[in-house]
């Protein structure tokens, strides 16, 4: 019922910068929340940011002055502008949405298909 579509994602040198976008389309009655997440091999999912319907945004403590996290409502998309990237930073990175969806006005969370970021040293 709702999708969303990754892109920007690559290869950077470390002190590079990359953005992603994420695009949510489908049947959309709002959207409560949109987040990026991240994975590297071999370590659990975790939260890099996160930003609410009114704008409000909330990123991780050990990314904060480098990562920046936007949305633009009329467009359902939410991007991750990425600064001053490390080796550490390389991982999957996930778009996250929680949507009410409708006609039936009830709460799901969505994923997007997962975008790789490496950076090397």
């Known amino acids: 019922q709702v999708q969303l579509v990754e892109s920007g994602g690559g290869l950077v040198q470390a002190g590079g910068s990359l953005r992603l976008s994420c695009a949510a389309s489908?049947?959309?009655?709002?959207?409560?929340?949109m987040a990026w997440y991240r994975q590297a091999p071999g370590k659990q999912r975790e939260l890099v940011a996160s930003?609410?319907?009114?704008?409000?945004?909330n990123v991780a403590d050990s990314l904060k002055g480098r990562f920046t996290i936007s949305r633009d409502n009329a467009k359902n998309t939410v991007a991750l502008q990425m600064d001053s990237l490390k080796p550490e930073d390389t991982a999957v990175y996930y778009c996250?949405?929680?949507?009410?969806?409708?006609?039936?006005?009830?709460?799901?969370?969505?994923w997007g298909q997962g975008t790789q970021v490496t950076v090397s040293s």
């Open positions: 489908g049947n959309i009655f709002s959207i409560n929340r």
């Open positions: 930003v609410n319907s009114d704008g409000s945004t």
């Open positions: 996250n949405a929680l949507v009410t969806i409708a006609p039936t006005l009830t709460q799901h969370n969505y």
